[in-house]
């Protein structure tokens, strides 16, 4: 019962959030959700820090649940900020630095369930670009330098981020995660 009220504590303002700026905005930009989003993710965040201060003895699984639960719901929220204020190539970036945040988030928390949140997003980044190789969209100028243009940040932004995550990571322990953050930094590399 306590977990389910964990997910609930953390879903419940997420889903609110997403269903009023989809009702407000028709999926247009705006600073003001995405600042709502900022705020939602340092209330979830500082709950999970609480949690985390449980002394050790005391800590159960319900607990580091718990703590996964609500910084789950911190990267989120942030994903949700990006999103709001983000359009085309800058929401691919942006998701990327998020990922590469939240494995340090994951490493320097000892969060275990965070780990799955960094595969997510990266998930998330590589199905964009399949989806638009050329990032910014299928009418917009990528530059006339061949190296030096969106593409080199379009691409090299989420390289570096996936390959410093895969380095966070592999601090605590190589495992999927890291594997899979490596991966997908020598992907949109090459």
């Given amino acids: 019962a306590a977990s389910f009220y964990a997910l609930a504590a953390v879903v419940t303002p997420l889903a609110v959030l997403v269903m009023t700026y989809l009702r407000v905005t028709q999926f247009d930009t705006s600073y003001a959700f ?4 900022v705020t939602l993710a340092g209330v979830l965040y500082l709950v999970a820090d609480r949690f ?17 639960a609500f910084a789950a719901g911190c990267s989120a929220a942030m994903a949700l900020a990006f999103t709001f204020a983000l359009s085309r190539g800058y929401l691919t970036v942006a998701f990327a630095v998020a990922a590469a945040t939240t494995a340090l988030f994951a490493v320097i928390d ?24 050329r990032i910014m ?3 917009a100028d990528v530059g ?15 390289a570096a981020a996936f390959l410093g995550a895969g380095h966070i990571l592999r601090r605590e322990k190589d495992d999927l995660a890291s594997r899979l953050c490596d991966a997908l930094g020598v992907l949109f590399a090459f």
């Fill in 144 to 158: 006339s330098w061949p190296i030096l243009n969106w593409l080199l940040v379009g691409y090299g932004a989420p």
């Fill in 34 to 37: 995405a600042g709502i989003a």
């Fill in 137 to 139: 969209g299928s009418n």
């Fill in 110 to 133: 000892k969060i275990a369930s965070l780990r799955y949140v960094v595969v997510a997003l990266g998930l998330i980044v590589l199905a964009r670009l399949a989806w638009d190789p």
């Fill in 52 to 68: 985390d201060n449980v002394p050790a003895d005391q800590k159960s699984d319900l607990t580091r649940f718990c703590i996964g």
